[in-house]
Every structure is written in structure tokens, then in C-alpha cells.
């Protein structure tokens, strides 16, 4: 499985913007999607994440309210619709997939996703 993130560019606080994660038509029911950035001179960390079986999802505090993970499984394609933006947003985004057997503890870290795809640059500006 391939992932391909799109979707970013630059906005205005307050704007939205939704973002897409391809994995080559390949359904990923059996995973974890989920989506992770990384900030200017910050590490990378968690934003959002869904277990595509039973639906749960999983926020960052930061993003909680403001943003929404979603997916499409037959088509393969995730999303994640950001609202409210804000400065301290700019990133580069990244999705990616851990396997369904993911347990809780482990959802918001980047070790546990063994599939990742290129970023898309999101800037937000004030």
C-alpha cells in the first residue's frame, strides 16, 4: 500500500482547508489511519486518528473541535477537514496507516504506523 497526501496550501487564519490521503484504490479497512505533522524546527506529532472498524476516532487537544478525520473505504481515500486555522497550524502533514490490532496506549504514536506517505505543506498565515 501506497499513501499520497494533497490538499495543503496557504490560508488565512480562520480558513479551512481538507485535506486527502490516497492509497492507490487499495481499501484500508484493516488499519489505522491517521494523520501526524511536523512544524517548523518541532518534532512530529499526532493530529487525528480513526480506527476504521467501529469508527473511533482520536484528537490531538490542539485540534480537538476544529478539525475531523474521516475515510472512505471503498475507495480508499481519508480525509482530514481542518477548520479554524490557525497560525501555529503550518506544517507539513503526513498520513499514515498502523495495523487495526493498534492498541489504544500506542494510537497518538508515530512508532506504531508502519505505512507513511509524502507530506503536504499547509501554511497558515496571520
Known amino acids: 500500500v501506497q499513501l499520497q497526501a494533497s490538499g495543503g496550501g496557504l490560508v488565512h487564519a480562520g480558513d479551512s482547508l481538507r485535506l486527502t490521503c490516497t492509497t492507490s484504490?487499495?481499501?484500508?479497512?484493516?488499519?489505522?489511519l491517521a494523520w501526524f505533522r511536523q512544524r517548523p524546527g518541532k518534532e512530529r506529532e499526532f493530529v487525528a486518528a480513526?480506527?476504521?472498524?467501529?469508527?473511533?476516532?482520536y484528537y490531538a487537544d490542539s485540534v480537538k473541535g476544529r478539525f475531523t478525520i474521516s475515510g472512505d473505504n471503498a475507495t480508499g481515500t481519508g480525509y482530514l477537514q481542518m477548520n479554524n486555522l490557525k497560525p501555529e497550524d503550518t506544517a507539513d502533514y503526513h498520513c499514515?496507516?498502523?495495523?487495526?490490532?493498534?492498541?489504544?496506549?500506542?494510537?497518538?504514536?508515530?512508532?506504531?504506523?508502519?505505512?507513511w506517505g509524502q507530506g503536504t505543506l499547509v501554511t497558515v498565515s496571520s
Open positions: 480513526l480506527r476504521q472498524r467501529g469508527g473511533a476516532t
Open positions: 499514515a496507516l498502523a495495523p487495526q490490532s493498534t492498541i489504544l496506549s500506542s494510537i497518538r504514536s508515530a512508532r506504531a504506523y508502519i505505512i
Open positions: 484504490g487499495r481499501s484500508f479497512s484493516a488499519f489505522v
